[in-house]
């Protein structure tokens, strides 16, 4: 399931990359920009009742005004069962695909005592070339993902 996000849905697109989502975003789209990417097999998520109508079968409307109503709306619509292993694994500001660290210099671009806790879960962004290892905000994200209903 990949999806593309209209202007409206930035966070909601974040936590889609949270989840492990090929969910693509940008904060504007010239037109036509939008079908384009429905047209490569992209769901849209919007805002907008008459876009979400325009591309009936290949968008959803989203509902909801937090975030967490509607990443839940968006779970029980789609049914929504992220793999374990998919959480985490994009870069949240990229939607790339992250790597071991092992292709990456870390020493360096981490704090030491990240690198001694954690060497074999440290992951960066090919994109962005942002390091990303279980820490404390990591642990904040999981606790609300748990109360929107996904466990690991
Ligand atoms: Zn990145």
């Known amino acids: 399931m990949r999806f593309v996000a209209d202007s409206m849905v930035g966070r909601l697109a974040r936590w889609l990359r949270v989840l492990g989502y090929d969910t693509h975003y940008q904060s504007r789209y010239e037109p036509g920009e939008m079908e384009r990417f429905v047209s490569q097999g992209r769901t849209l998520l919007t805002r907008h009742r008459g876009r979400a109508e325009m591309m009936k079968g290949r968008a959803l409307l989203i509902h909801g005004n937090g975030v967490g109503e509607q990443i839940s709306l968006l779970k029980k619509d789609l049914g929504l069962e992220p793999e374990p292993s998919a959480l985490f694994s994009r870069c949240l500001g990229c939607n790339v695909l992250l790597r071991p660290v092992k292709e990456g210099p ?30 404390s905000h990591r642990m904040r994200m999981e606790e609300r993902l748990r109360e929107w209903g996904f466990s690991r």
Not at 113 to 133: H, T
């Open 106 to 135: 870390a020493e360096g671009e981490v704090p030491e005592y990240v690198l001694y806790q954690n060497r074999d879960r440290i992951r960066f962004c090919p994109s962005c070339g942002r390091y990303f290892w279980p820490g």
